[in-house]
């Protein structure tokens, strides 16, 4: 399983960004999708996920602001980032899991002035 993730980048605070994850394998196949990040020195967290009936998860940091929506026709996760602070800098990477975890490369977002 190979998953290819996109669209980060850098914006002011109060911006938007997207990001994308394509899968290789059908998206309705894994138990959950979604993303995690990790800021310079910190640990990787989890951002949201979607588990396969449809239920999703927020970290509370990010409720309100961040929208998961996957795709099972195109086997992509989205990440809908708005209302962007700072703290919301770090490297996301898209994530899926069957018995085992599958990672995409991550991506860099940055939210600066």
């Known amino acids: 399983v190979q998953l290819q993730a996109s669209g980060g980048g850098s914006v002011q605070p109060g911006g938007s960004l997207r990001l994308s994850c394509a899968a290789s394998?059908?998206?309705?196949?894994?138990?959950?999708m979604g993303w995690y990040r990790q800021a310079p020195g910190g640990q990787r967290e989890l951002v949201a996920k979607?588990?396969?009936?449809?239920?999703?998860n927020y970290a509370e940091s990010v409720k309100g602001r961040f929208t998961l929506s996957r795709d099972n026709a195109k086997n992509t996760v989205d990440l809908q980032m708005n209302s962007l602070r700072p703290e919301d800098t770090g490297v996301y990477y898209c994530?899926?899991?069957?018995?085992?975890?599958?990672w995409g490369q991550g991506t860099q977002v940055t939210v600066s002035s």
């Open positions: 394998a059908s998206a309705d196949t894994f138990l959950a």
């Open positions: 979607i588990l396969s009936h449809g239920t999703t």
């Open positions: 994530w899926a899991r069957r018995i085992d975890s599958y």
